[in-house]
């Protein structure tokens, strides 16, 4: 089936849009996966390339964006940004695909999820994990490119397509980049819960290290939210518990500024007793979901392993860290976890939360990669390791590197866990490893 292609320029960049057809489900085993797509249940995903006007004509070599999330969609160029572009377009032929269920790839919509019993939402949003992603990948690859290899850049959760990738597809891959993103293979959630919560621990030290007088503007924060009925521009209550999620924002670069200047806003009157507004529509905008539900709604399953639920995990593993305790002094923040919680409280999630908790039982998780295959892998693959990292832990990175052959890895502390979006120096390091080990597979002719 062939894509729709839309065309135009943009200062410097010749950027071409497809749109292709996949099936809704592509792994069923009660479907003749040899019929037609269009005699099965479909979904649209979308792609977008990116080339330098100056070498549009040229062969260049293909690299495909793997975005972060789950549930995020592909960064949207703009002149010299994200910095990894850049550099990459000196090279490269750049391919930002909208993951299905975000972007323009026909969306989760609230509405569907809305008629659908919590069994039928969770089998939905099963179709929405990383094998799927790889074969939607596999389809623009054939269909598109006429079957050329690809190059893969995955930035965190797109390091974790990336060894889905190199599991089921890795016939169609050159070589493969990745930046804070190389998984546990074998860890079920609590573990991996248990190294975050952590490394959130220490992220949190280093915070109140640099912004010792931020304790007392939190303790006072906490105060409010405990003893009042706090209401956010959407209408709905902030928690204590809500507010405390804003931690997702300190493992990245500029995250402990971040939470800084949010706070340094917090109060406003004379007498600095109530919640400002300006302070509320930026909590409400960190902590709600409105554009991307996925991220929420399958985060957890996306260390799903056969028959193990992930039984809200982050959930459970919190009673155990008491420095997460309102009474706890200083207020600690949380990271990326997800709760049930979060299901009641954030209006953009109560339609999922039936699926949500369905989910969290579900035990039957078809496996995402293959132990045998990835010890035997061809395809040149060259990571950045942050030392720091607090949404992928280097510990789970490094036994990573020992169970995927023809890796090899640059560990740092230079950077937090957005590094390739901060600076051009990381994918440049990565590059210049590649070409140490030889480069990109070649097509022999």
């Known amino acids: 089936m062939n894509a729709a292609k839309k065309q135009y320029k943009m200062k410097g960049m010749l950027i071409t849009e497809f749109e292709l057809e996949v099936p809704l489900d592509w792994h069923s085993s009660d479907r003749n996966h040899n019929a037609p797509i269009k005699h099965r249940p479909t979904i649209s995903v979308f792609a977008r390339e990116v080339v330098d006007v100056n070498h549009a004509s040229d062969e260049l070599p293909l690299l495909l964006f793997l975005q972060g999330g789950p549930g995020g969609k592909s960064p949207r160029p703009m002149p010299g940004s994200p910095s990894w572009m850049a550099e990459a377009l000196k090279?490269?032929?750049?391919?930002?695909?909208?993951?299905?269920?975000?972007?323009?790839?026909?969306?989760?919509?609230?509405?569907?999820?809305?008629?659908?019993?919590?069994?039928?939402?969770?089998?939905?949003?099963?179709n929405f994990r990383a094998d799927s992603i790889v074969a939607d990948c596999e389809h623009l690859r054939k269909t598109v490119y006429g079957g050329r290899l690809f190059e893969t850049l995955g930035q965190s959760y797109g390091g974790f397509i990336t060894l889905t990738y190199l599991s089921q597809a890795p016939e169609g891959l050159a070589a493969c980049y990745v930046t804070g993103g190389l998984a546990g293979?074998?860890?079920?959630?609590?573990?991996?819960?248990q190294l975050t919560y952590q490394r959130v621990i220490e992220k949190n030290q280093d915070y109140y290290a640099r912004y010792p007088e931020d304790t007392s503007v939190m303790a006072k924060i906490a105060d409010c939210l405990t003893n009042n009925k706090v209401l956010l521009p959407d209408g709905d209550q902030l928690t204590l518990e809500r507010f405390q999620s804003i931690g997702i924002l300190l493992g990245m670069g500029p995250g402990i500024d971040q939470v800084h200047w949010l706070i340094d806003e917090a109060f406003a009157g004379s007498d600095k007793t109530q919640l400002s507004d300006v302070f509320l529509e930026q909590v409400m905008n960190l902590t709600t979901y409105h554009e991307g539900p996925l991220f929420a709604v399958i985060h957890e399953s996306i260390y799903g392993q056969p028959n193990k639920s992930t039984a809200w995990s982050a959930q459970q593993l919190r009673a155990q860290f008491?420095?997460?305790?309102?009474?706890?002094?200083?207020?600690?923040?949380?990271?990326?976890?997800?709760?049930?919680?979060?299901?009641?409280?954030?209006?953009?999630?109560r339609?999922?939360?039936?699926?949500?908790?369905?989910?969290a039982e579900y035990q039957d998780y078809a496996p995402l990669y293959d132990l045998e295959k990835l010890a035997k892998n061809?395809?040149?693959?060259?990571?950045?390791v942050?030392?720091?990292?607090?949404?992928?832990?280097?510990?789970?990175s490094l036994k990573t590197v020992k169970?995927?052959?023809?890796?090899?890895?640059?560990?740092?502390?230079s950077y937090e866990h957005d590094g390739v979006r901060q600076s051009p120096e990381v994918f440049c390091k990565l590059r210049e490893l590649l070409l140490d080990q030889g480069g990109p597979l070649k097509v022999s002719k």
């Open 91 to 126: 090279t490269h032929r750049i391919i930002l695909i909208d993951q299905r269920g975000t972007g323009r790839s026909s969306r989760i919509d609230t509405n569907l999820i809305r008629k659908m019993s919590a069994e039928e939402g969770r089998d939905y949003l099963l």
């Open 185 to 193: 293979l074998e860890e079920p959630a609590q573990e991996v819960y």
């Open 322 to 349: 008491g420095e997460f305790d309102a009474t706890h002094s200083p207020l600690m923040l949380t990271g990326e976890m997800i709760y049930p919680w979060m299901f009641e409280q954030i209006a953009s999630l």
């Open 351 to 359: 339609p999922y939360a039936g699926a949500a908790n369905a989910l």
């Open 378 to 384: 061809k395809v040149p693959v060259v990571a950045a």
């Open 386 to 396: 942050y030392h720091n990292d607090m949404y992928v832990p280097r510990e789970l």
């Open 403 to 413: 169970q995927v052959a023809n890796t090899q890895i640059w560990l740092t502390n």
